[in-house]
């Protein structure tokens, strides 16, 4: 059973993937989400904000958020994905 907050988690984590993939589209650069999107369709994607990235977004926060002098919404969320982005990249190219 999800929170509330469970809820608006995943919400800021979609909100910020919807905002990658603008930003991609208007800069051309590359984004593991927006390739594993267009491979797997947007309503798997969200199934995977859910199943997959929020867990482990609420825990890096849990961590963090008494030292990170930003929001966890417009700040936090789009710094976790990038930082993944990034790892996975090195290592198999987002295996979500």
Do not use: N
């Not at 929170?3 to 979609?14: F, L």
């Not at 909100?15 to 309503?43: H, M, N, P, Q």
């Amino acid at each position: 059973m999800f929170k509330t907050t469970d809820m608006e988690d995943a919400m800021c984590i979609w909100e910020a993937l919807l905002e990658d993939r603008e930003f991609c589209r208007s800069t051309g650069e590359d984004s593991a989400y927006l390739d594993k999107r267009l491979v797997i369709g947007a309503a798997e994607m969200r199934r995977l904000v859910v199943t997959t990235l929020l867990k482990p977004i609420q825990a890096g926060w849990a961590e963090v958020k008494d030292d990170f002098p930003d929001s966890f919404d417009l700040d936090f969320v789009p710094f976790f994905l990038d930082e993944a982005q990034d790892f996975s990249h090195r290592q198999t190219k987002i295996g979500l």
